[in-house]
């Protein structure tokens, strides 16, 4: 049945908090960003499959967020365009992207703002006919105020508007069911059309990141913080001219952490400067040092079970020691059994917590393992995938 079942990719975006996880664990039945307990081995940018109608195997692509960290976004703008760019080389395109924003948001505050901002600009007006605008948590506000609350993003061209005359559709996710999610879904499947995104487009055409749409608007604003930091930096040498000797440390303070500030954001600069081959090559890379660190890891959580178990094992001899201890003073009558008792009884406590604690490490080795058998093949084949692709890449380029 499988192998007569057709791919579908769709992207689920939309600022951090809006539902994303919730809406992708209604269609898949699965649980989302779950604690696996691997440090730094979840991906930014995570796939979850289901079968649709039994006709479609659809992708959906959990993406991370942008906020009002112009650093952090840096890092969300590089793994977005990291998938979408091995997805294009891998001849995979997107069917459609389904935003999600929150009713209950009284306004369209700053991080909203620029979430659809930089959704914009990755998509391009082309494909925003194959865009679903939803709005999520129905159920946390009255009716009257939630219709005023979209209308309000349906009518401002800065919001909404403009996407929906250029062919976006608008949909309620009011109930937080299966059934309302599959429903939406379903707009963007029954009418099955492939897109490719304007980040796409950009970074095939031999474009760096940071000269993209997206980037434009990132290293815009990471060149008036570098302006502010520079300005800054001066003023404080001006002022440490006529400062006395306490005040002129203080201010040497201030201008040290100005520089650093400085050379940290010129830094995150320097990552925007890349195109596709560079963007696909340190994803390989990535992907590599997710699979060694999972297997570390693993092994880690693994020996730590053990020592626990082991520990537990010891104290659970003592306790039954003790236990026959009190059995035989009661049997010959004698002894301070009340103390005896009162030390098992304490022991017993210690006994459940460090049971307790050998629990919740076995059930978290138990998730690790579950997620590497389900994720370990997928991260070989990808980091091979992606290494090849911006090999060819990278002599292509060369021979140009």
């Known amino acids: 049945m499988l192998g007569s079942l057709q791919d579908v990719y769709v992207a689920v975006m939309g600022v951090t908090g809006a539902g994303k996880s919730t809406f992708i664990e209604k269609l898949t039945g699965e649980e989302v960003n779950v604690n696996h307990g691997l440090v730094s081995c979840t ?5 979850y499959t289901f079968v649709y109608k039994a006709r479609y195997k659809v992708h959906l692509i959990d993406t991370p967020g942008f906020n009002d960290t112009t650093l952090q976004d840096i890092d969300v703008l590089r793994k977005i365009s990291s998938w979408l760019s091995a997805a294009y080389a891998n001849d995979i395109k997107l069917s459609g992207i389904i935003y999600l924003h929150k009713i209950t948001d009284n306004k369209m505050t700053g991080s909203a703002q ?41 009518e401002t061209e800065a919001f909404w508007g403009y996407m929906k005359q250029h062919g976006s559709q608008v949909r309620q996710h009011t109930t937080n069911t299966r059934e309302s999610a599959m429903s939406i879904l379903g707009t963007l499947i029954e009418k099955k059309s492939d897109i490719v995104l304007d980040i796409q487009k950009e970074l095939k055409d031999g474009m760096r990141l940071d000269n993209t749409g997206a980037g434009r608007q990132l290293t815009k604003a990471i060149d008036e913080i570098r302006e502010k930091y520079r300005q800054d930096l001066e003023k404080l040498k001006k002022e440490k001219q006529d400062a006395d000797a306490e005040s002129a440390e203080q201010i040497e303070e201030l201008q040290r952490q100005r520089r650093q500030e400085l050379e940290q954001i010129n830094q995150e600069r320097k990552k925007m400067e890349v195109d596709m081959a560079r963007l696909l090559e ?7 040092s997710m699979e060694n660190d999972t297997a570390r890891q693993l092994k880690e959580l693994e020996q730590e079970l053990h020592k626990l178990e082991e520990r537990n ?8 020691e003790k236990r026959e201890q009190l059995k035989e003073m009661k049997k010959k009558g004698e002894g301070n059994q009340a103390l005896v008792l009162r030390e098992i009884e304490t022991m017993e406590e210690t006994s459940k917590t460090q049971d307790k604690e050998a629990e919740e490490k076995r059930n978290r080795f138990e998730r690790a393992l579950k997620w590497v058998k389900q994720h370990r093949e997928g991260l070989t084949e990808s980091a091979l995938l992606v290494a090849q692709i911006a090999g060819t890449m990278k002599c292509m380029k060369a021979a140009k």
């Not at 094992?313 to 039954?320: C, D, E, I, S, V």
């Open 43 to 47: 991906a930014d940018v995570e796939e």
């Open 114 to 154: 620029k979430n659809l901002w930089m959704f914009k600009k990755l998509c391009g007006q082309d494909c925003f006919h194959k865009v679903c605008l939803v709005t999520t948590m129905w159920e946390n506000v009255d009716e009257g105020t939630g219709n005023m609350r979209e209308k309000e993003l349906i």
């Open 282 to 288: 340190q994803k390989a890379q990535d992907l590599k």
């Open 313 to 320: 094992a010891r104290y659970g001899q003592k306790l039954q």
